[in-house]
């Protein structure tokens, strides 16, 4: 487990303080009274919590004693890394446990994750807040030497055969308890349920692919019909062109005709009115014949 940074919002006398931690040992050198001790309670009340507010003594009680001087959100942020990956814990404190606020996000996906509880710091460590204050945390002006169970679990035990074989036991159980949440053929195993999130986004991937070739073919088959609109608009724009042309044809010949009409009928009026004519000069020719001289 390693440390990578944290944000203080309010911490006691901490306000809005960001901090980076590199590889090895990181020192803070700062003037008597800035808060060092402070950001060590905050530390280890990011990873543990902080304790119901049960004593009364202000030295005692980390609730009433780390609340912010200047008021506002009481917690910060908590980044780092552990087994490969990389976590941010996120704390707000409130006047009772109770009332606490506990986030665990995945820096890899940005999306909150499961992996570890509010007890994260037992959960990396394999012991309790005592005994994490009693060995890997030490306190300004204390330092307990008295043990703990977890301590004497995790160091006595070492050279007690029983104890070896009820870690044993114990790691067995939880090894099995493990494989069982990752093993397949349970419905409620880890790799069962992430095989089925796997089958049902290839079917939502294979849907989605469908649906984009569907869409392709309506799209080219819209395009196709579009263009065959627009051939067929010029084709009609060219049929009433022609059809106007014919029509200015016809009726050319139908004026042509009525004069042509009206002409012969002219024709014959003069014809007929010639005849008539030449008809009476011959009757006045005989008659002047018949009566010589009277005429």
Not at 17 to 30: A, E
Not at 267 to 277: K, P, Y
């Amino acid at each position: 487990m390693k440390l990578i940074s944290c944000h203080i919002e309010n911490f006691g006398r901490l306000h809005r303080l960001d901090c980076s931690f590199s590889d090895g040992l990181n020192m803070i050198c700062r003037e008597n009274g800035w808060g060092k001790s402070t950001f060590a309670a905050f530390l280890c009340a990011m990873l543990y919590g902080l304790p119901a507010a049960r004593k009364k003594s202000p030295e005692d009680n980390e609730r009433h004693r780390y609340r912010p001087w200047q008021g506002g959100a009481y917690g910060g942020r908590l980044t780092f890394e552990a087994y490969g990956k990389r976590y941010e814990i996120t704390r707000m404190f409130g006047s009772r446990e109770s009332e606490d606020e506990f986030e665990l996000r995945d820096l890899d996906t940005n999306i909150p994750c499961f992996d570890y509880s509010t007890g994260i710091g037992e959960e990396l460590f394999c012991m309790d807040r005592d005994s994490f204050v009693r060995t890997v945390y030490t306190r300004q002006q204390d330092c307990v030497t008295a043990a703990t169970d977890d301590i004497n679990a995790l160091i006595g035990n070492l050279t007690d055969t029983a104890g070896d074989m009820g870690c044993y036991e114990d790691a067995m159980k939880r090894l099995h308890e493990a494989a069982n949440r990752l093993s397949p053929k349970r419905q409620t195993g880890s790799i069962r349920r992430r095989e089925e999130e796997i089958k049902r986004l290839e079917r939502e991937a294979s849907a989605s692919e469908e649906i984009r070739e569907q869409t392709r073919k309506f799209s080219e088959r819209h395009q196709g019909a579009l263009r065959e609109a627009a051939s067929l608009e010029a084709e009609l724009r060219d049929l009433e062109a022609q059809m106007e042309r014919i029509r200015q044809k016809e009726e050319n010949a139908r004026l042509k005709a009525e004069k042509e009409s009206a002409a012969a009928g002219e024709r014959q009026i003069r014809d007929r009115l010639l005849r008539t004519l030449e008809q009476r000069r011959e009757k006045a020719a005989r008659a002047a014949s018949l009566f010589p001289g009277r005429i």
